[in-house]
């Protein structure tokens, strides 16, 4: 995967007969076998080009881990990556983990106001991400092509600081994803894209002084709890507005299971997600913008 750099201004111009590569990532892998399918499904169609891995989730063992790293054979396909879990009903691999609730994670609100009052354990929260990357590299076989969070959780405060210290230790060759909106972008009024551009400032400012790359921008968030439920054909496009050359896309195909309908309140909108992404009018939307999925 060719890495990219803090950058926000590359790639934001470019002719058309150059279409600009980003990546679309595809996050929780692992989570349920409906996830899993229909990720690797879009792999090989050609309509994906990165998916993170939850290593503590009870469908990321090693005959899934396989099953993706399979795609790879030969011509490499898709960039994998590490998606650190520290909230949800997910247990932590390490030993000792804080703040837990009936041995679970804590919730992502939860951990935030934990985070932003300094009631978090670095060292703690720390050594639970190096299990999730040594979990990681157990399953594969060798380190992560990139990390991010789940639920951003690798933005929180306290968390930052332990996430990028695990990886300039362990991993200082990974690049790890920021969620800040393009510099250019039209900065309306939503409110959760407001709230991490905000946590990415800060983010940005920490790894640069760590000296590791991230990603130029970042797109794809939106109201998971709306009470409507989002057209994703016409929530996709917007996502591509001045998306630079290396931006991450971030997206959560599936098909809904009983597995995922125990462990996440994300359901019905990934069988959306996965319809649009898997029809012609994704292909057709990259190219008429200008883009298309970076070569891995």
């Known amino acids: 995967m060719s890495a990219p750099v803090p950058n926000p201004k590359l790639g934001s111009t470019g002719s058309s007969d150059s279409p600009r ?5 595809a996050d929780d892998y692992g989570i349920a076998p409906g996830v899993n399918k229909a990720i690797r499904d879009l792999v090989m169609r050609g309509r994906l080009n990165a998916t993170s891995v939850m290593v503590v989730a009870p469908s990321s063992g090693r005959s899934e881990a396989a099953s993706l790293d399979m795609l790879n054979a030969g011509a490499k396909r898709v960039a994998i990556g590490l998606h650190v879990t520290l909230t949800g009903a997910f247990r932590p691999i390490s030993a000792g ?5 009936s041995g679970t994670f804590l919730s992502l609100e939860e951990m935030f106001v934990r985070g932003a009052l300094g009631l978090l354990n670095r060292k703690t929260v720390a050594t639970e991400i190096a299990a999730q990357l040594d979990a990681f590299v157990a399953l594969f076989g060798r380190r992560p092509d990139f990390i991010d969070g789940h639920q951003h959780v690798h933005l929180f405060p306290r968390v930052r600081d332990a996430s990028l210290g695990v990886i ?5 060759d990974v690049w790890v994803r920021q969620c800040g909106r393009p510099a250019v972008a039209d900065r309306d009024t939503d409110r959760k894209a407001q709230f991490l551009d905000r946590l ?8 640069a002084a760590h000296g590791i790359r991230t990603n130029p921008a970042f797109s794809g968030a939106y109201d998971y709890k709306a009470r409507k439920m989002p057209e994703f054909a016409r929530l996709f496009p917007r996502f591509l507005d001045e998306m630079p050359a290396e931006g991450v896309i971030m997206c959560h195909p599936g098909v809904v299971d009983a597995e995922l309908t125990r462990l996440d309140p994300l359901t019905d909108l990934r069988e959306h997600e996965y319809a649009y992404l898997a029809g012609e009018d994704f292909p057709e939307i990259l190219a008429r913008r200008g883009f298309k999925l970076a070569a891995v």
């Open 21 to 25: 590569p980003i990546w679309l990532c």
């Open 97 to 101: 983990f804080r703040p837990t609730r």
């Open 168 to 172: 300039k230790q362990a991993a200082p």
């Open 200 to 207: 990415s400032a800060k983010f940005n400012a920490l790894a």
